[in-house]
């Protein structure tokens, strides 16, 4: 089993920054890609970042596009998402997640395992 925990959230003004990380611990070697995803109140978990653990172009949401950065450590052990520009539309929980096997997925059906969510508020 792979086990997620993230971290960096909290409340942040508009147009200010946050970078969340994710320390990935367990069958490591079980990760190909990472994704982020997140979710507010009363709508759908939403794709938010992925990447290929490997290389490749990292996949972005649309309104993440020019915002947000992920990024990973080489050795699987921690993923990030570094946002900037914040808007209060980004206000959600933001979960990470781990997928077996290369290639980036925006279906939350296609990753395994979940961290707990990290709460971010942006206050306008």
């Known amino acids: 089993q792979v086990q997620l925990a993230e971290s960096g959230g909290g409340l942040v003004q508009t147009g200010g920054s946050l970078r969340l990380s994710c320390a990935a611990s367990?069958?490591?070697?079980?990760?190909?890609?990472m994704g982020w995803f997140r979710q507010a109140p009363g709508k759908e978990r939403e794709f938010v970042a992925g990447?290929?653990?490997?290389?490749?172009?990292?996949l972005y949401t649309d309104s993440a596009k020019g915002r947000f950065t992920i990024s990973g450590d080489n050795t699987k052990v921690a993923a990030f998402l570094e946002m900037n520009n914040l808007k209060p539309e980004d206000s959600a929980n933001y979960y990470c997640?781990?997928?077996w096997g290369y290639g980036i997925s925006k279906f939350p059906r296609d990753y395994r395992y979940w961290g707990q969510g990290i709460r971010v508020i942006v206050n306008s």
């Open positions: 997640a781990s997928k």
């Open positions: 367990g069958r490591t070697q079980d990760i190909h890609a």
């Open positions: 990447v290929n653990w490997g290389g490749g172009t990292p």
